[in-house]
Each structure stands twice: as structure tokens, then as C-alpha cells.
């Protein structure tokens, strides 16, 4: 269970890559032998596994030791701040190895969470991580955006019809940042009329507020059960690490023989 046992130190690792990639210059370039990072990042053979479940979208190992759900809505500034600190951490040290996989679920507070959830899920789930990620990354440019619609605008928004949904993503430009990414506007436009999609997002997020007790966002839910006290990433991280704990008899053991 050596993996298992590095998780907290891979998580600190983590970190250290995604401040270093934040910095100008040849730094930034891991791969490079000299390295700090190389010989200490865990094998991410997971990272581009995605699955469409019941309620949301599964990232990773389907058969994971963990089971993470985050509970997420795209107009949360603070799910905003957990996805820009939290992805490069779980990318590395979890879910890229297999140790955990993490559901998104959607949480439906107003009709711009509908919008865009209509498009995260757009397409192909294999490009649902970088759809998802794209929208909370940018999350102040469009938001602010939509904040400073003319209410006239916002009120026809709110209808929530059909219509409504590519009023808005025309407005605030989802449609061009997802053609820009490849998806065809036919097809994006289609997405959002989706009327039984719309219909199915809502009752999946009403019936996932009635299982988990969802009362916020970001929540999340670790191996089936609410993790109630965590609604950041400082939080979630202490739980994951606890979660991933060894057995300190097994520790000792390990240590042993040599493992």
C-alpha cells in the first residue's frame, strides 16, 4: 500500500508543481531531467477517463477505492476558488493513479446554472473535464458579464425556456468558447433546447439535495455519506488525507520488510 501511503506527500507535491507552473521561465517545464518534481509524481494512467453516470459525470478509475462527489454550481464563486485550487492536487495525487474517482454532480440555483450545465455535459464525456473546468476557471469574466445585463435581458433569461438558454449562451458567449473548442454550434444549440436534458438536470439536483442534504455549494460526499463539515479545498484535503491514512500497523509491518 506504499501509493496509499504517499498520498498526503503527493498532494504537497501537487501543490509544488502547480506553483511552479504558475511561474515564467524554464521552471515551469517538468519534464525536463533536472526536475524536482519527476521522480515524485505517481503514474497518471486515470486522467482521462470519463464516464457519464445517473446524475453527473465520473472522473477516473471507475472502480476507485474512493468515491468523491462534488456538488457544484457553475455561478458559486467558491466552487470557482475550490476547482483553480483543488484539480492540479486531485489530478496528481489521486485520480490520475486510481486511488479515487470524482463525480461532478450539478447543483441548479438559477437559470445561468442550468445554461451552462446544459453545455459542461454537452458532447462527448470525454471532453466533459475540460468543459467543466473551462467554465469555473472562467467563471469572473462570464459572470460579471451576466451581472451587468440589462435587466430587460435578465428577465428574458429567467423564463427559462428553451429560447431563454441560447439567448443567454449567445450573450455571454458559451457558444463561441465551445466552438472554439470544436463542438459545432448545431450542436450546441441543440443542447441547450434540450428541454428532457434540462428536465433531467433539475430532478437529479432535487433528488441529490433530498439524499445528501445539499444545502450549498461546494459540498461533497466521500464513499457514499456527506462529508457535512467540508466546503473548501483546506477542508476536503484534510479529509482525503485521513481517508487515505495507513493502517499504522501495516505501516510498521511494511517498514519491516523493506516495503
Known amino acids: 500500500m506504499r501509493t496509499l501511503r504517499t498520498f498526503a506527500s503527493a ?9 511552479a507552473l504558475s511561474k515564467p521561465g524554464a521552471a515551469q517545464d517538468l519534464s525536463k531531467e533536472q526536475s524536482e518534481f519527476v521522480d515524485s509524481l505517481p503514474p497518471q494512467a486515470w486522467l482521462s477517463v470519463t464516464e457519464k453516470t445517473e446524475r453527473g459525470h465520473r472522473i477516473g478509475k471507475p472502480e476507485a477505492e474512493g468515491q468523491l462527489i462534488e456538488f457544484i454550481s457553475y455561478t458559486c464563486g467558491h466552487c470557482a476558488d475550490f476547482a483553480k485550487q483543488s484539480d492540479g492536487a486531485l489530478d496528481v495525487a489521486a485520480i490520475g493513479p ?5 463525480e461532478v454532480r450539478p447543483v441548479v440555483r438559477n437559470y445561468l446554472d442550468l445554461v451552462v450545465s446544459l453545455l459542461v455535459q454537452c458532447g462527448d464525456p470525454s ?37 431563454a438558454r441560447l439567448n443567454a449562451a449567445h450573450a455571454l458567449d458559451f457558444d463561441d468558447m465551445l466552438n472554439a473548442k470544436g463542438m459545432s454550434l448545431p450542436q450546441i444549440n441543440a443542447c441547450l433546447a434540450d428541454d428532457t436534458a434540462a428536465q433531467s438536470i433539475l430532478a437529479n439536483a432535487k433528488a441529490d439535495r433530498s439524499e445528501f442534504g445539499i444545502t450549498g455549494t461546494p459540498s461533497f460526499a466521500l464513499d457514499g ?35
Do not use: C, M
Request: no cysteine.
Open 225 to 259: 455519506e456527506t462529508v457535512s463539515e467540508a466546503h473548501d479545498w483546506p477542508t476536503l484535503s484534510a479529509v482525503l488525507q485521513e481517508r487515505f491514512r495507513p493502517d499504522p500497523q501495516e505501516s510498521v509491518t511494511d517498514g519491516l520488510s523493506g516495503g
Open 127 to 163: 471532453g466533459f473535464k475540460d468543459r467543466h473546468r473551462t467554465f469555473l476557471y472562467t467563471q469572473d469574466n462570464w459572470l460579471d458579464k451576466a451581472i451587468k445585463a440589462p435587466q430587460s435581458q435578465q428577465a428574458i433569461w429567467a423564463r427559462g425556456t428553451a429560447q
Open 11 to 19: 498532494v504537497a507535491v501537487a501543490g509544488l508543481a502547480a506553483l
Open 98 to 102: 486510481g486511488h479515487l474517482a470524482v
